[in-house]
């Protein structure tokens, strides 16, 4: 239905400003906003639907992203062999070295040899006698002209050869930095192949995790009674009461609570307001399970459980506002979702809320009556179909029925500042279709 996906990108919008469900209530109550016919529509106008994917398009995504993976990890294996390449003996690169080396281990030991000879015929030149003949002489000195000649070209080989050598050594370095940058780069891509994976898979076990929309429908009742005053550090009781009003058993059945504190008079609600300040911890029990239990986001609501045609399940739901809150007004709500072995399942339109003084502590409570729930009419969205927000312990079916209230205290339901606070304080994504629980089906 449109209004899940409406509600969904409401959301979206509360993460970064919660405000927009306060102050802006009124765009999200009507699935088509009307503009004139110059008007062109804005972003925030335009069909949710068509920003949200489909089955097959989540299946697609995931399929083109394993794609792009598996060719970064290959593209990657082959960037690191590459590499690896560079130091087989085989390599082109590699073998010039080798032998640009020996040779030049060649040339130096052939310019060693002629240094040794010049410096022989040099020595021979100094220990000829004093009687030496010309000839002599001019023997030594044309041994020493010999091998000095010998030596300046067995110096100028290694020279050579060591240039060889170098030119050889730098080509196989540049060759390993830049095989490197692609083992580099090849590695980023694969990176992020795999984030782009892991959030398409996300996505896509997201919505399977959605699956089909539940409708509302009147197969459960919620019935919620308790004081209309709690005072500030002290524990306050409230009943609830769901029933089943089908005409089967219902297979499996779950209930959930929220409770907050509204804002007071003039008190500004913005992008900078702490959400979690108005949130009022809930506990709940029940005949069967006696010690109160705290929602939380693995535990997240009531497990009635199967209820049979006409049954009731009572629960106790006990909520401690902070011993220094201030005085209010305070609201407490609950609602139901069921789900049937054989698929079926549906979302109770019975909302209830109930709303309480606060007391400072400290001050004596003005006596009052225990009121049944529904003392204002619940909130409702024009479109129909199912509008939740999120509930205490982070569990995203939150059937809602009415308009949307804005900011400050009064006597009607804040939903904006119950689906905007929940979202701030992270007690999971709100999601505007009913969760399939694990096993429900089996």
Not at 2 to 20: F, S
Request: aromatic share 4%; with cysteine.
């Amino acid at each position: 239905m449109k209004i899940r996906r409406i509600l969904a990108t409401a959301v979206a919008a509360a993460v970064t400003t919660p405000v927009v469900f306060l102050s802006a209530a009124p765009a999200f109550a009507d699935t088509k906003p009307t503009t004139s016919p110059s008007q062109k529509p804005t972003t925030t106008q335009d069909d949710p639907d068509e920003d949200m994917p489909s089955l097959e398009e989540l299946r697609a995504a995931v399929a083109l992203a394993q794609k792009e993976y598996d060719e970064a990890v290959l593209d990657l294996a082959k960037a690191k062999d590459d590499l690896k390449a560079l130091d087989k003996a085989d390599n082109p690169l590699k073998a010039a070295v080798t032998d640009a080396q020996r040779a030049a281990d060649e040339a130096a030991a052939k310019k060693t040899a002629a240094d040794e000879a010049l410096a022989k015929a040099e020595k021979a030149v100094t220990e000829l006698p004093a009687d030496a003949t010309d000839e002599q002489k001019k023997a030594a000195a044309d041994a020493v002209t010999a091998a000095k000649t010998a030596a300046d070209e067995a110096a100028a080989a290694k020279t050579a050869a060591d240039e060889k050598l170098k030119k050889a050594s730098t080509a196989l370095a540049d060759a390993s930095v830049a095989a490197s940058k692609v083992v580099g780069l090849a590695q980023k891509v694969k990176d992020a192949a795999s984030e782009k994976l892991d959030a398409a898979k996300e996505e896509l076990a997201f919505f399977e995790e959605i699956g089909e929309e539940c409708e509302e429908d009147s197969a459960v009742k919620i019935a919620l009674t308790g004081p209309k005053t709690v005072t500030a550090g002290e524990p306050a009781v409230f009943s609830l009461r769901v029933t089943n009003t089908s005409d089967q058993t219902l297979d499996s059945v779950h209930a959930f609570a929220n409770a907050l504190r509204l804002p007071a008079p003039g008190e500004e609600i913005d992008e900078e307001t702490d959400f979690a300040k108005h949130i009022i911890p809930i506990e709940w029990s029940s005949d069967d399970v006696l010690e109160w239990t705290e929602f939380t986001e693995k535990f997240d609501s009531i497990e009635v459980g199967k209820l049979a045609k006409g049954a009731s399940y009572d629960v106790k739901l006990r909520l401690t506002v902070d011993a220094k809150a201030e005085a209010g007004k305070g609201v407490i709500f609950g609602y139901s979702e069921y789900e049937n072995n054989d698929g079926s399942c549906g979302v109770g339109e019975d909302y209830k809320d109930l709303n309480f003084d606060i007391l400072a502590k400290g001050d004596k409570p003005k006596p009052k009556p225990t009121e049944t729930a529904t003392p204002t009419p619940a909130p409702t969205v024009t479109s129909g179909g199912n509008t939740q927000t999120t509930q205490q312990g982070g569990s995203s079916n939150t059937p809602v029925n009415g308009t949307l209230a804005a900011t400050g205290a009064n006597d009607t339901l804040p939903l904006g500042l119950a689906a905007a606070g929940a979202v701030a304080l992270g007690a999971g994504a709100l999601v505007v279709a009913r969760r399939r629980k694990a096993g429900a089906q089996a």
